[in-house]
């Protein structure tokens, strides 16, 4: 079922339409009770990897349960065979650690068990406080969970970063896409006065009051929202509704947007053809972390069954094949397949991260973020997605840039901005490309963990 935003006393209505949050209800049936889900792990048949073999009741997102649990371990799967004919699906993963490497630690393999036992998610407190997870209640998250979607444009990111500063509120966490001009964000607050959720009716009012406009720009043809989040969901997935929901799959772009689209993912494929009782969808495309979690996310939101998948690496790319069914146990009719087809392109496009990739790494302070992308925006940098977290006092986040126009930044630009800003250090080469994993053994990933004190200081790693 789908439950709405968080209702205002009084509050003015911001949008003409409105998405609502997905929400699963929390049943635990006696049935999974009695006989729940059974993990295996196999350090043993394959050379390179560990399998996962997994086995439990079906139900509709069993599947995404599962790649979201592998996935949050920082888990990188690189076949899976799926099986959930009836009542009853079996998986098995082909997985590794970040370093390509098996899983041998017995802490993390004991985690993989825990986790892929429960036939729910537990929404533990701890998990609940972690913003960046789940996108929560203000009153059990201990922040306020904003959603924002709408146009995309250089410098949004600086507009709503200002207006929050401007409200004394402190962004803890945030994650930005964008995709087809358009932008979907959810960004997790606190009040600088309380050090918690906004719990000010009329100044949660007047924030979403000024961020609307905001995000509406000067597109008139769609609309913007600008609500606060209420029921629990996993952030990646709620970012996939949320562009789903603003159909930026719609092939409503420009003849240059197009162009340029098919220039920077020249080789995504999605064929869709039928086989007895389903409708067989063949993906293809560079392989990438987090890729079968976003076209399982995309399957499951437009309530389609997988009964039967094939996941394989063919050189640097992957190919995914899905026997599908509606709910009710029909195939896809033609439209169907074009809006499936359409879809899952702009799920593989909307984590695909152009431009420079720059690590920023410091002691966190009231209006960083603003600082920082308003630097970005005074020097003709547009941010095209986005990772903003703490880590206790440290501030560490990841921003993707492009010029204003889309292209990507000479690096003497970076240069300039460094130098016209002392307190920031910067070293540039280019993004690397989507097929590529950026590995634990890292010069950030060193920076990271070396020494506290590197930590210190505004340091970028782009």
Request: net charge neutral; with cysteine; proline share 4%.
């Amino acid at each position: 079922m789908l439950a709405s935003p968080m209702s205002l006393s009084n509050a003015p209505t911001m949008t003409s339409s409105r998405s609502w949050p997905y929400f699963d209800p929390e049943y635990d049936t006696m049935s999974s009770i009695i006989d729940p889900p059974k993990v295996m792990i196999d350090n043993d048949s394959e050379k390179n990897a560990t399998l996962v073999k997994v086995s439990s009741q079906n139900k509709h997102g069993t599947l995404l349960e599962v790649v979201q649990e592998l996935m949050d371990m920082d888990l990188t799967i690189s076949k899976a065979y799926i099986t959930s004919d009836g009542g009853w699906f079996m998986d098995v993963f082909h997985v590794t650690d970040q370093k390509g490497l098996k899983i041998r630690d017995e802490k993390l393999i004991g985690n993989i068990q825990k986790a892929l036992s429960l036939q729910k998610k537990k929404w533990t407190a701890e998990f609940q406080k972690c913003p960046g997870r789940s996108v929560g209640t203000q009153t059990i998250s201990e922040h306020t969970a904003i959603e924002l979607t709408g146009t995309d444009r250089p410098g949004l990111l600086s507009e709503v970063t200002a207006v929050l500063a401007e409200m004394s509120c402190r962004v803890n966490a945030a994650e930005v896409w964008t995709h087809n001009r358009r932008v979907a964000c959810v960004m997790y607050v606190t009040d600088e006065d309380t050090l918690g959720p906004i719990e000010n009716v009329r100044k949660l009012e007047r924030i979403l009051e000024k961020l609307n406009p905001i995000m509406q720009g000067c597109d008139d043809e769609k609309v913007a929202r600008s609500v606060v989040a209420e029921s629990f969901t996993h952030v990646e997935r709620r970012l996939h509704q949320l562009m789903l929901a603003d159909h930026d799959s719609d092939p409503s772009v420009s003849q240059s947007q197009i162009s340029s689209r098919k220039q920077k993912n020249p080789n995504i494929t999605v064929e869709i053809g039928s086989e007895k009782n389903y409708s067989v969808v063949k993906v293809q495309c560079l392989d990438r972390p987090k890729l079968l979690f976003d076209t399982v996310c995309t399957l499951t939101d437009l309530k389609y069954v997988v009964s039967h998948a094939t996941i394989y690496p063919s050189g640097s790319y992957a190919v995914q094949e899905y026997h599908i069914r509606s709910m009710d146990g029909r195939t896809l009719d033609d439209p169907a397949k074009a809006k499936v087809k359409r879809c899952l392109e702009a799920a593989i496009e909307r984590r695909s991260s152009e431009g420079l990739r720059l690590y920023l790494c410091t002691t966190d302070r009231p209006g960083l973020l603003t600082e920082v992308t308003r630097t970005f925006r005074e020097n003709g940098l547009s941010v095209t997605r986005a990772e903003v977290s703490t880590q206790g006092d440290k501030a560490v986040n990841t921003f993707y840039v492009t010029d204003v126009n889309g292209l990507p930044v000479d690096l003497k630009k970076v240069e300039a901005i460094r130098k016209e800003n002392p307190f920031l250090e910067v070293h540039a080469v280019p993004a690397a490309s989507e097929g590529a994993r950026v590995l634990d053994a890292s010069p950030f990933s060193k920076f990271i963990k070396s020494s506290e004190r590197l930590l210190q200081g505004l340091g970028w790693r782009v």
